[in-house]
């Protein structure tokens, strides 16, 4: 074997291994490590993707806890309007047109009792008739059919109803205005009034009508 010739397997020997040497310098460091999380080169953060679940499963929550609380809401009967209602249906039962004819009279005096509790009493006191008080469901329906009787017409209202229901929700206090047209004339009655009521069933029932001096 010439010189020569062991230069030249000294040096084809040495190659691979430089160009091996070499392509490994090249490689990025995943080769080596394996493919990093999500397959890019920058270490993910996997707190950071908890921390999104749970604020996402939080809003769910409270956005189903508003959602509810939305709907419960609108459940629950507002008590007052309830009140409000029943006594402007109540005014609107005692008015009667000119010329009503007497069966149709008796009728709408009768529908009175549906808006009565058993006991109830109304007092008032009004300067052309002086001071009343009418005791009993019965008697209060039979004193409204008289009045349809003697009087010719009559239209009430009940103006600026404020209500006020006791804790318990079984009873509620009421003050308003009476504003009446009697026999053609306007405005022939001007009052204040306190009404009482009770619920009783899930009902309202009128306990108590009377009638408020006001500050002249």
């Known amino acids: 074997q010439t010189p020569g010739a062991s230069i030249v397997e000294l040096v084809s020997g040495m190659e691979p291994r430089r160009r091996s040497v070499s392509r490994h310098r090249r490689q990025p460091f995943h080769v080596f490590c394996g493919p990093l999380p999500g397959g890019g080169l920058r270490a993910s953060n996997p707190g950071k993707g908890l921390l999104l679940k749970a604020g996402r ?15 419960i809401w609108f459940m629950i009967p507002d008590e007052e309007a309830i009140v409000r209602r029943t006594l402007t249906r109540l005014a609107a039962t005692v008015s009667f047109p000119l010329n009503e004819s007497p069966l149709l009279r008796l009728a709408n005096a009768s529908r009175l009792r549906d808006f009565l509790e058993a006991g109830v009493e109304v007092q008032f006191e009004y300067e052309r008739v002086g001071t009343r008080i009418v005791q009993g469901r019965a008697e209060v329906v039979q004193f409204a059919t008289v009045a349809r009787e003697t009087l010719k017409q009559a ?23 009476l504003l009446a047209d009697v026999s053609g004339e306007k405005n022939a009655i001007s009052q204040e009034l306190k009404v009482t009521l009770k619920k009783i069933e899930g009902k309202w029932l009128v306990a108590r009508v009377e009638t408020l001096r006001t500050l002249q």
């Open 155 to 177: 239209r009430f209202q009940l103006l600026d109803i404020t209500v006020k229901i006791d804790p318990e929700g079984t009873a509620a206090t009421a003050y308003m205005t």
């Open 57 to 71: 499963k939080t809003s769910l929550i409270l956005g189903l806890i508003l959602l509810l609380g939305v709907g």
